[in-house]
């Protein structure tokens, strides 16, 4: 059993898909190597460009990670025969957000910056502070399509996106507050869209074409995430909800990644049990559990442990936050790569972050979205 469990971290760790990808590997798991188009060197990403002179990480000596059927990317997943709507109906809620968004993982990035507010930037009512902020989305990606979608607007897009699974639409219009609602929107748009999703008051620092070198393949990851919190103390948890936390506030995806499809299933199904049990009210406790960011980091650890995209049978273990935790460069785990603290939450001052000018520093992230009861996001910024 222990070696069964084992199994996935060796599944999953950032290296073990970069060495599959590279010729010299001979293991059979990855069932789409040859399709692959191969990074030059993945080495060069993590090291050299950040670390001129260190010798590259001691590599797990039999890494294996099979994406399994969902992964399989030499056979693109088109949409099925076409189903009746009431047979789809009666399928579990993840079958039918995988049959409207299918996952094709060598497909490229959409380039979409998606963001939203109450009100639209050419409103006299947005706000000023946040002008700066949106604008950098559009200045550093002037090729990009970027919509800031208002609270007008954005339950027309979800009617329009989502019309033919409606338990995802009922829940996204019974979430009683707009932080809820701003919390699934970006996986709701990402999912169906792909793309980048960024909360308003987020600065852009380099274009995301940077985020991750271009030696390395579009094709070989589908999502890019980053690390709110790493706090490497004994008391973490009087101050964060999780060990480890990724960040929501800033994420990349190609449409219908996995990840994404189980947090709007999750949500979806939370949000209309709630519902049902007159339990979904405007209480603010516990965002962070039911569409922030804990739920988020849950949802992608889940991802990572998760026998049916990651080969179990070697391995030492389960991945957790000891794999990410103080990492200076960015990893890859199967087809997501989690970028360092600094790249997401920079100049924070701690947790081992660096500033903004840092070379890694991406994305800025301000804290000032009126709608973010904040104190409720992290469980005590007063640590900081
Ligand atoms: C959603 O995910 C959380 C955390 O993994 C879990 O506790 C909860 O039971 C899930 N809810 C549903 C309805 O699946
Ligand atoms: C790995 O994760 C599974 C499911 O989350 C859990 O049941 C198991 O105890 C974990 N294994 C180890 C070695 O921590």
């Known amino acids: 059993m222990m070696t069964f469990k084992r199994a996935i971290v060796f599944a999953a760790i950032a290296l073990s898909l970069f060495l599959i990808l590279r010729s010299h590997h001979s293991g059979p798991n990855y069932h789409n190597a040859n399709d692959l188009p191969k990074p030059k060197s993945v080495e060069d990403w993590v090291w050299k460009s950040q670390h001129p002179g260190e010798a590259p990480p001691v590599q797990p000596s039999q890494p294996k990670q099979t994406p399994s059927h969902s992964l399989d990317s030499g056979t693109i997943r088109k949409p099925k025969n076409q189903i009746p709507l009431q047979d789809l109906h009666a399928k579990p809620l993840k079958e039918q957000l995988e049959y409207q968004f299918p996952y094709d993982p060598l497909s490229k990035f959409p380039a979409y910056i998606w963001q939203t507010w109450k009100v639209s930037p050419s409103s006299g009512e947005f706000r000023s502070d946040f002008r700066e902020p949106e604008a950098s989305w559009t200045i550093l990606h002037p090729t990009f399509v970027h919509e800031v979608i208002s609270d007008d607007v954005a339950p027309h897009l979800m009617q329009h996106l989502y019309a ?6 009922e829940a996204y219009n019974a979430l009683p507050l707009p932080v809820l609602k701003a919390d699934f929107f970006r996986y709701l748009i990402l999912l169906a869209r792909g793309g980048i999703y960024s909360d308003i008051d987020t600065t852009a620092l380099k274009s995301a074409t940077e985020w991750v070198p271009s030696s390395v393949s579009r094709s070989s990851y589908g999502m890019v995430v980053g690390i709110e919190a790493d706090p490497d103390r004994e008391d973490w948890a009087d101050w964060y909800s999780r060990r480890i936390q990724f960040c929501q506030w800033t994420i990349q995806s190609k449409p219908g990644h996995p990840v994404l499809r189980d947090i709007v299933a999750n949500i979806t199904q939370e949000t209309l049990k709630r519902k049902a049990l007159g339990t979904l009210d405007k209480n603010t406790k516990n965002i962070v559990e039911f569409t922030g960011p804990a739920i988020w980091t ?6 990572f442990n998760d026998p049916e995209y990651f080969d179990m049978s070697t391995g030492t ?3 957790t ?4 935790t103080g990492m200076k460069s960015a990893k890859k785990v199967g087809d997501v790569v989690v ?5 997401f939450s920079p100049g924070v001052r701690q947790m081992g972050a660096g500033e903004d000018d840092d070379p890694m520093a991406f994305v800025k992230h301000h804290f000032e979205g009126s709608w973010k009861p904040e104190s409720e996001r992290h469980i005590g910024d007063t640590a900081h």
Not at 339 to 343: G, R, V
């Open 164 to 169: 033919s699974v409606p338990e995802v639409l």
């Open 298 to 303: 849950d949802t992608v650890f889940k991802f």
């Open 317 to 319: 273990g389960n991945i």
């Open 321 to 324: 936050f000891k794999e990410f």
């Open 339 to 343: 970028l360092p603290i600094t790249s």
